[in-house]
């Protein structure tokens, strides 16, 4: 018996003087849970204000760092508090549970992912990486750990509203004294905002409006907020309505309904609690009829907001604002538009049914993972309809589809979207918590209430839209923030883990949570060099901007050497070409030694592409690279690298099968391989799924031109202004094919040209020699005219005004005029 007690003295002991040791280490007036507070409330208030100034950083990536700075800070924190005090306190909740396995799905695709460096951390800045979603994870949890009373829900509220306000006054400012104002190098444009994308602050906008609009249904009475929330709601609304984000006004239309229809039900609750306290004293109380009663209960200003959010809102076509009225066919959205002086703004997003489409497609082949996380762009290139190519996005790459959420069905597997529904699932149920809290007292509904509506809502743009850091990381924040105030009010259980004084939980939990604190700081280092890492490849970026190649293979080099990326090692591999196409023209070096040169060059250039597609083999992108190498190499005369060049193109084809860009360079390498004939079918079939792609068109007119089928050239052409009528290029380009047939219709095409762009001076050269040869000599020297306008230095024009005056051949006296197919388009072969 001593000696169990004298053990047990000896652990107690030990167990003391180790939490004495921690205590030391891990001061409690520091690793507390008001320092997370703290750290919490920054990421409320600052995130949507933060970013660095100049052009290094991209306001979005820099927003990511400053996340992840906070969020490892406080895990951090957290974790050391936790083995400082020997228990771990957790709320009971299916939705946090629900997340944890989502986290481990990330993971589990990542690692069965084809490419698992961009799986896991992809640019560093990524919202579909491993990466990513686990710093949103650890910020919900430390939500629902450290905001667990209502002064503390209260503040959060404070540092979000606060934030909103600041945004609000800056964008006024810059209303008022233009975009100039305090743009810091970074928001140079009208639609440009600290928040994120224009879009984004109209979702945050929305988020602050609902708790304004909340805060001031459930405490009328209060003369303190009453002005600043009117003024605030009124800022807000003004906002929303210069924005003009459509998909959000569907949101707003739900959830200010759902403020609606709660003051309705209390309303009749109340109404009804009158009544039966009325009968029961034996009192006369007068029964309204039920449409004047619902009126009585409506709240004056959400309801006002209730009604433009439903002229707004796109249930039909733009909406009822949108219809024309009047006998100027104005609408309600254009008049407010105009009278604000919005700037107009769109975003392109992928259709629902598009979005569906790839997704479904996705889980048929990759049922378990997906295409793994951050690979959105991979089954979007597979599944891409040809109607893509008839955009200016042809040749774009979404990263994400409809909204981020369904994103995440494609990218994490069939396990990974059941996990999504539990979670949307397990969100709806906290709402009948919220429900049973509106009979506790007033303080306690308006914070559940109002919790679950700001929670919601945030998530409903997260599955509707693709909204950046700050927008998205509000919802995991107040995610975190409701199952914290449902544990306070003990709604929600909390279950307390003790690992001290010799718990068998020790063995688990306390090796768990070093390894914690090793990750925090182990992801610290790894954000070092992400940074360091981007900001060299923009520093690179810089550099061959302004043809500085040295500068750039150097900062290429660094950038690479920090966090190893296959666009870093595809851009090393481009520099080295480009270097080699600077040696072919210097003419200074012997052959020796420009040989030598060009064999280090060359590679340097395949071992690049190389180290590019085993870092992602699925990115076509490496393989056309890989295959620009061998092509260059094809053009220089070197023998037997065209079925090299052809087999990276053919792959890079496989991945994506409707790229006009890779059958273009597929019917190069045929050209520099002899098959004129397969050049031609490739350029074919880029233009069937692009008929406007110069590059492509030109390259097929020189082939037919010179094999003399003027009318097959011509068709192409015709088939490009078909798809793209207003580019004036391809109206030279037809006129200019005439031009050479002699066909007076090269006088309509020219015209057209010049009517697109004024400015054009080759179009007015040869619209000149088009009258000319019409006999319209007055018509021919007025374009000559506006020749030597545009073109003052030139000193064959005046002599062909001369000569056109005088009754001449427009070249007399001058060599005569060399036209070749080759002049028609800029790019091809």
Do not use: C
Request: glycine share 8%.
């Amino acid at each position: 018996m001593s000696d169990e007690h004298q053990n047990n003295g000896s652990q107690m002991s030990a167990s003391t003087l180790t939490k004495m040791l921690l205590g030391k280490v891990f001061h409690p007036r520091i690793f507390s849970d008001r320092v997370l507070l703290w750290i919490l409330l920054a990421v409320g208030f600052l995130l949507p204000l933060f970013f660095i100034s100049g052009r290094l950083i991209a306001p979005e990536f820099a927003k990511m760092i400053f996340l992840e700075m906070l969020v490892l800070l406080a895990t951090f924190f957290w974790a050391a508090g936790r083995l400082r005090d020997g228990h771990v306190d957790i709320p009971k909740s299916f939705l946090l549970l629900v997340s944890v396995f989502l986290v481990l799905q990330f993971v589990a695709a990542a690692f069965a992912s084809p490419a698992p460096i961009v799986s896991f951390i992809g640019s560093g800045y990524d919202l579909g990486t491993v990466n990513s979603f686990t710093v949103l994870f650890l910020l919900m949890f430390l939500g629902s750990v450290v905001l667990t009373n209502r002064d503390r829900i209260l503040m959060l509220y404070a540092a979000f509203l606060a934030s909103g306000i600041l945004v609000m006054l800056y964008h006024l400012l810059r209303q008022f004294f233009g975009t100039g104002f305090l743009d810091f190098g970074v928001f140079t444009s009208a639609v440009a905002t600290p928040v994120g994308k224009w879009n984004d602050l109209a979702a945050l906008l929305g988020g602050v409006v609902l708790l304004v609009l909340t805060t001031r249904y459930f405490f009328p009475q209060n003369k303190v907020f009453r002005i600043p929330a009117l003024v605030i709601f009124l800022v807000g609304l003004f906002f929303l309505l210069s924005v003009n984000f459509k998909a959000l006004w569907i949101i707003l239309v739900v959830f200010s309904g759902m403020l609606v229809v709660l003051s309705v039900y209390e309303g009749e609750w109340e109404h009804k609690r009158r009544l039966r306290a009325a009968r029961e004293a034996g009192e006369h109380h007068v029964h309204a009829p039920l449409h004047r009663r619902i009126r009585g209960h409506l709240p004056p200003i959400a309801t006002i907001f209730l009604v433009i959010a439903l002229l707004y809102a796109p249930f039909m076509g733009d909406g009822l604002a949108g219809v024309p009225w009047g006998k100027d066919s104005a609408t309600i959205s254009g008049t407010v538009s105009k009278t604000f002086g919005a700037a107009p703004y769109s975003e392109v997003i992928l259709t629902p049914q598009f979005t569906f489409d790839i997704v479904r497609n996705t889980l048929v082949e990759s049922p378990l993972f997906g295409t793994g996380p951050n690979r959105f762009s991979s089954a979007y290139l597979k599944y891409k309809m040809s109607v893509v190519n008839q955009t200016p996005f042809w040749d774009s790459a979404f990263e994400f589809g409809l909204g981020r959420v369904p994103t995440y069905f494609g990218t994490t597997g069939i396990i990974g979207t059941i996990l999504w529904i539990l979670f949307v699932i397990f969100l709806f149920v906290k709402g009948r918590k919220v429900f049973a809290l509106l009979a506790k007292d007033r303080i306690a509904a308006y914070l559940g209430f109002s919790l679950f509506l700001l929670t919601l809502y945030f998530w409903s743009i997260a599955f509707f839209y693709l909204p950046g850091v700050t927008v998205f990381s509000l919802a995991f924040l107040f995610t975190g923030a409701l199952i914290a105030f449902l544990t306070g009010e003990g709604v929600v259980g909390r279950y307390r883990a003790s690992f001290g004084r010799g718990s068998r939980l020790s063995l688990v939990l306390t090796p768990v949570v070093i390894v914690v604190l090793v990750g925090t700081v182990s992801s610290g280092v790894l954000l070092y060099r992400q940074v360091s890492s981007a900001m060299a490849f923009s520093e690179a970026q810089i550099a061959a901007g302004v043809n500085d190649i040295d500068l750039a293979e150097t900062e290429l080099t660094r950038a690479n050497s920090f966090a190893e990326r296959d666009v870093y090692l595809r851009a090393m591999s481009g520099l080295s070409l480009a270097k080699l196409q600077r040696l072919s023209l210097d003419t200074t070096l012997s052959p020796e030694e420009a040989a030598a040169r060009a064999q280090v060059l060359i590679e340097d250039a395949r071992v690049n592409s190389e180290k590019a597609i085993k870092l992602d083999p699925t990115n076509f992108e490496n393989y056309v690279q890989y295959g620009n190498v061998f092509d260059t190499l094809a053009s220089f005369g070197v023998q037997n690298t065209v079925p090299f060049a052809r087999d990276n193109y053919e792959q890079a084809l496989r991945l994506n099968p409707k790229s006009p860009r890779v059958l273009f360079f597929l019917a190069h390498v045929e050209f520099v391989g002899g098959d004129r004939v397969k050049a031609k079918e490739y350029l074919n079939r880029a233009l069937l799924e692009r008929p406007n792609f110069l590059e492509a068109l030109s390259f097929l007119v020189q082939l037919e031109a010179q094999d003399g089928n003027s009318a097959v050239a011509i068709t192409a052409v015709q088939n490009g202004i078909k798809a793209e009528p207003t580019s004036f290029i391809l109206h030279f380009a037809l006129g200019y094919l005439y031009f050479l047939e002699n066909n007076p219709s090269a006088v309509t095409e020219f015209e057209s040209a010049i009517a697109l762009n004024p400015s054009y001076a080759n179009a007015k050269y040869f619209l000149g020699l088009s009258y000319a040869r019409l006999d319209r000599i007055a018509d021919a020297v007025a374009q000559f005219e506006g020749v030597q306008t545009l073109n003052p230095d030139n000193e064959e024009v005046p002599i062909i005004i001369q000569n056109l005056k005088s009754g001449k051949d427009p070249f007399f006296g001058l060599p005569p005029l060399s036209t070749s197919s080759s002049d028609v388009l800029p790019g091809g072969g």
